[in-house]
Nanobody, 123 residues
Framework: QVQLVESGGGLVQAGGSLRLSCAAS????????MGWFRQAPGKEREFVAA????????YYSDSVKGRFTISRDNAKNTVYLQMNSLKPEDTAVYYC????????????????WGQGTQVTVSS
């Protein structure tokens, strides 16, 4: 079993940056692909970024490509989401998730989820 705890959210002005962290418990973190998703009020949860267990491959939604970077440190059991050039439309609760098999864009593929961290971007 994997437990996930996100941190690093907050309030930032448009054009600013934030780095989200997701700390995982459990010895098998390095075997899991990891993903970041977000959910804005009244909207469905949407894919943001994913990374394979080795960190060798990364995937991004079109809306964040070129602005966000996902990375992981398996020695620290942590995955990161560096968010630059933030826009008001990036405002959402951000969740990290663990997938035993693939770095999927579908939230239903992920077995474990964190509680989320709020990101608010003011214009």
């Amino acid at each position: 079993q994997v437990q996930l705890v996100e941190s690093g959210g907050g309030l930032v002005q448009a054009g600013g940056s934030l780095r989200l962290s997701c700390a995982a418990s459990g010895r098998t973190f390095s075997r899991y692909a990891m993903g970041w998703f977000r959910q804005a009020p009244g909207k469905e949860r949407e894919f943001v970024a994913a990374i394979t267990w080795s960190g060798g491959s990364t995937y991004y939604s079109d809306s964040v490509k070129g602005r966000f970077t996902i990375s992981r440190d398996n020695a620290k059991n942590t995955v990161y989401l560096q968010m630059n050039s933030l826009k008001p439309e990036d405002t959402a609760v951000y969740y990290c998730a663990a997938d035993q098999f693939t770095a999927s864009v579908r939230p239903t593929e992920y077995e474990y989820w964190g509680q989320g961290t709020q990101v608010t971007v003011s214009s």
